[in-house]
Each structure stands twice: as C-alpha cells, then as structure tokens.
C-alpha cells in the first residue's frame, strides 16, 4: 500500500498523472497534506470523487494509530504512542514552553540497535528502520493536533526512539520535507537531530550544508567510562568523535550541543567533569546537562541536585557553556522509549 506521506510532490504527480488526472491535482494533495493536514482523504474538497475513491483504494493516508495519548501534569507535555501499519510501536513527545515554543521530539526508528545502556530504547533492541514519511507524520500529528488548539508546531527534535544516522537516508529526506516551504515549513535551525556518534555520518551529514542543529549523546569523557555506557564507543572513541565534531563547526560554523545524562556516582564524579573541561575547552559548543531518567533495564540513579552544581562548578573553570535542562513528563514516560517498554511490561495496550 502507497503511503502518502512517503511520496515526494514529483512522485505524487507521477502517480495521480498515471491515473489519468491533470497534474496540478498533485498540489492540491500536497496541500491537504501538509497546510491543511487532513486527517482523512475524503476532507480532501477540491479533488473530484472519483479521484478521492481511487487514494482511498490504493493509498493510505496516515500510517499513524494511536494506540495511547498521554497528558504530562506539568500541563505542558502530551505523548503519543503510535502503532504503525505492521504492529510496531513508537512514541512522539510535545512539549510546550512559557517563550512560547512548541517542540516536537520524534523517533526515526523502531526500537535501537546502539545498546546504550541506560535507554529504555536501547534496552528493547532493534526492530526497523521508519520511512521518511513515518517520521515526517509523527511532526504533521503533532502540528494538527497543536492546530486544533490555535497553536502552531515551531521546532522539532529528532530525539524519540531510534538513532537518526543509522536511518541515514530517510532521516535525510524527512528533514527537507520538515523544512521545506511547501512542506512543514519548520526552519533549519528549528531543527536538531541528536546523534550517539556515528562518526562517518557526521562528516557526510557535515557536508549536507544544512543549517540544522546538531546535538552529540556524550555522557562520559574517557573512553572506559564512555564505553561502558555507549557501546558504540568502542567502534568510534572520543578523539574520532571530537574530531568528526570539530569537522561539523567548520563547515557549518554552527555550534554543537553535547548531552549528558548525569548518573549519579558514575559519570558525575570530579574525575569526569575535569575530563570533560579539558576535552571541550575552546570548542564552539554548549553542554546540557539532564539528570538520568531511570529505567527498569539500568540500575543507575539521577544525581542529587549538588552533585549538579558542583559537575557546573568545574565546568565553569574550563569556561565550556552548559545548562541544566529540567526533565520532562516523568510521569507520563516521557523519556526515550519508555513508554512503550512501560506498556509492553504490563501488556495493557489496547
Ligand atoms: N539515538 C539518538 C537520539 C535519541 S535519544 C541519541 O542517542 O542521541 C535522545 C537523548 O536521550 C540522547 O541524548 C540519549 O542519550 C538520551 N537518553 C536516553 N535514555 C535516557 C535516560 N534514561 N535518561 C536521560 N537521557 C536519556
Ligand atoms: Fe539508541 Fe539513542 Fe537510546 Fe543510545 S540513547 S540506545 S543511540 S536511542
């Protein structure tokens, strides 16, 4: 079955154009799809009947059910869990702030295969890579849904479940269709793909000339402690990292963001944090340090606010820029994956 959201406007037209219909009934596809974001190809107006009977027999307009929707306490943070048409599960996070931003954190594939220990996704192994137009419907869901509320979506992060560079190609084709004007229209830097460090695709993403941000999963600044908690480290350590790192500020001239999940008694020690000066000092770069969301496959624990401020402390000496970003929607599992892990322990979904 042809996925609407998989097609690019060049295929669309092909495909309504093979039916016999002018091409310009192409764009007004588009436009349901991406401005007006029906949820249904019958709210299609425009299109003639038997044109709207035709996508419905042979296309399939959204590959996104919703198998739970989950509202945070905060009031500012709703999650999603979608099945796709073949059973999989994944889950798309809105988060909204007070400056008015409204971020949409989406996955780019079934499940992970980079083993990091202390992730829920990593924890649950990988089942797919998700097509372009899985990921770019999970921000369209999520722009409607905002829509309805007079709301408009103004960032997204690929940051759900998955490793975007691992699903390079597709990764690559839903961020233009996110970006395009005729597309979401989300701009570049409104964009940042979060990585855990593939270091061959940094370079090749590098040489994209893209403007969109990107943000390196760090979380330990000597190789042993690194690999240990990344596995991926052990086939691309730090200095090839830093690297393929500094390659992306040169050619971009963009500043990377590096993640760092404190867990308490492992990488937030003195030790760390002095490594993690030294490793960063003088680079264009800014650190945002999260306390460990704890899932049930990790026994590590987030560190106590002191701990915090005194990893901040050391950083500070080495002037390397960083903030504490607060967790968000712990109650409703916010965290990468962890729903749908919650929801596979306890069988419960509908
Ligand atoms: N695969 C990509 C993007 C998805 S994960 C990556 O790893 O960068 C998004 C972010 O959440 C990453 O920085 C990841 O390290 C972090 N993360 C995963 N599990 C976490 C947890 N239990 N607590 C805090 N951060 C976590
Ligand atoms: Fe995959 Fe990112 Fe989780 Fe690591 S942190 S297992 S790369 S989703």
Redesign the pocket.
């Known amino acids: 079955m042809i996925q609407l959201y998989d097609l690019t406007l060049d295929e669309l037209t092909a495909l309504v154009t093979g039916w016999g219909q002018p091409a310009y009934r192409a764009r007004q596809i588009w436009q349901w799809l991406y401005v007006q974001k029906v949820a249904d190809i019958q709210d299609m107006r425009n299109l003639p009947a038997d044109l709207r009977a035709r996508l419905a027999q042979e296309t399939r307009l959204s590959a996104l059910e919703v198998a739970r929707e989950l509202y945070s306490a905060d009031g500012q943070t709703v999650k999603w869990l979608f099945r796709l048409p073949d059973g999989q599960l994944i889950e798309s996070v809105l988060m909204g702030y007070a400056d008015g931003r409204r971020t949409a954190?989406i996955s780019?594939q079934a499940g992970?295969a980079?083993g990091?220990v202390?992730?829920?996704?990593?924890q649950m192994g990988f089942a797919r890579h998700l097509s372009s137009g899985e990921i770019v419907e999970q921000a369209v869901f999520l722009a409607r849904w905002l829509e309805g509320r007079g709301e408009r979506l103004s960032n997204v992060v690929?940051?759900?479940?998955?490793?975007?560079l691992?699903n390079y190609e597709q990764v690559l084709t839903a961020i233009q269709r996110l970006n395009a004007p005729e597309g979401l229209g989300i701009g570049q830097r409104h964009i940042t793909?979060?990585?855990?460090?593939l270091v061959p695709q940094i370079r090749r993403f590098a040489d994209e000339n893209l403007q969109v941000k990107l943000?390196?999963?760090l979380?330990a600044a000597t190789d042993e402690e690194r690999s240990a908690l990344?596995p991926v480290n052990r086939r691309w350590p730090l200095r090839e990292l830093l690297d393929a790192c500094r390659y992306y500020i040169d050619k971009t001239g963009r500043r990377v963001t590096f993640?760092w999940?404190l867990i308490a008694g492992q990488n937030d020690v003195p030790e760390q944090a002095h490594a993690l000066g030294s490793l960063l000092q003088g680079l264009l770069c800014h650190v945002n340090l999260?306390?460990?969301?704890?899932?049930g496959g990790?026994a590590?624990q987030?560190s106590d606010p002191d701990r915090v401020a005194a990893f901040q402390a050391i950083l500070a000496t080495y002037g390397v820029r960083n903030t504490v970003r607060v967790?968000r929607g712990i109650d409703i599992n916010a965290?990468?994956?962890?729903l749908k892990a919650e929801v596979i322990r306890s069988r419960d979904v509908r």
């Not at 690929?158 to 975007?164: K, V």
């Not at 999260?290 to 899932?295: A, C, G, Q, V």
């Open positions: 954190c780019t992970c980079m990091c202390f992730c829920a996704t990593g690929l940051m759900g479940m998955g490793e975007p691992h793909l979060s990585t855990v460090g943000a390196i999963s979380h990344l993640e999940a999260i306390p460990l969301n704890p899932t990790y590590g987030p967790r965290g990468c994956g962890q």
